[in-house]
């Protein structure tokens, strides 16, 4: 099993422009998150899915949108980057959350001008 | 603000010296604890959990404990080596579909 991979692995993009991380695991998991990572801090929750066809908000969902259209595929799209979005996203997954510890991908560094 | 939180945002420790970090969390109904580590550009790795049930779980060198009286959850790493250097988070389950982070720990084991 490859786990949880994302792409690409670093990124700069100008305000305004739009750009999607991909997520992706092969462990037939049904939940998959997206949290931010900023120095100084801990991660935080953008959107989550419990599986296919549904997803959720999480702490910070402003300028994030999310699908899940297949149980391996989790993308999050970025509409407008704004430098407030500069930071390193990390996806995770996982058979459940609750009672279940979540395997992460190696990140996406992001960096908006 | 966090609910999940550290009480030292750096320790450091020699080679060989036992390692304790600490996390409070404030939300007495969550149930269930996981510690992560989280080397230099990578993402967190899982170490150790413990369910709420518990007060304390041994794994290979590292022993959480969780003092639901106090909220505090701690994590103790023996015989502590230059591999595990790294920052170490504590995140807590509230409810069913969220885990909570606090800020980090980061560990710094000199030779």
């Known amino acids: 099993n490859a786990g949880v991979t994302q792409t690409p692995k670093f990124q700069v993009l100008k305000t305004g422009q739009s750009m999607t991380l991909q997520c992706a695991q092969d462990m037939n998991h049904e939940y998959m998150s997206w949290y931010r990572q900023d120095p100084g801090m801990g991660l935080r929750l953008i959107h989550y899915?419990?599986?296919?066809?549904?997803?959720d908000q999480g702490e910070v969902p402003n300028g994030y949108n999310v699908s899940r259209s297949t149980t391996e595929d989790f993308p999050l799209r970025l509409l407008s980057a704004a430098p407030s979005q500069t930071s390193v996203y990390f996806c995770?997954?996982?058979?459940?959350?609750?009672?279940?510890?979540?395997?992460f991908g190696p990140g996406t560094r992001l960096l908006v001008l | 603000g966090e609910s999940v939180g550290l009480h030292l945002p750096t320790l450091s420790v020699q080679e060989g010296d036992n390692s304790i970090i600490n996390c409070a969390y404030s939300?007495?109904?969550?149930?269930?604890f996981i510690w992560y580590k989280q080397e230099s550009g990578k993402g967190p790795q899982f170490i150790i959990d413990?369910?709420?049930?518990?007060d304390k779980r041994q794994g290979q060198r590292v022993t959480v404990l969780l003092n639901k009286t106090v909220k505090h959850l701690s994590l103790q790493i023996a015989a502590t080596q230059p591999g595990d250097s790294a920052v170490y988070f504590c995140a807590e389950n509230q409810d069913s579909e969220k885990l909570v982070f606090g800020k980090g720990t980061k560990l710094t084991v000199n030779p």
């Open positions: 899915s419990v599986g296919a066809g549904i997803t």
């Open positions: 939300n007495s109904a969550s149930d269930y």
């Open positions: 995770a997954s996982s058979y459940t959350l609750y009672q279940e510890t979540q395997y």
């Open positions: 413990i369910r709420s049930n518990m």
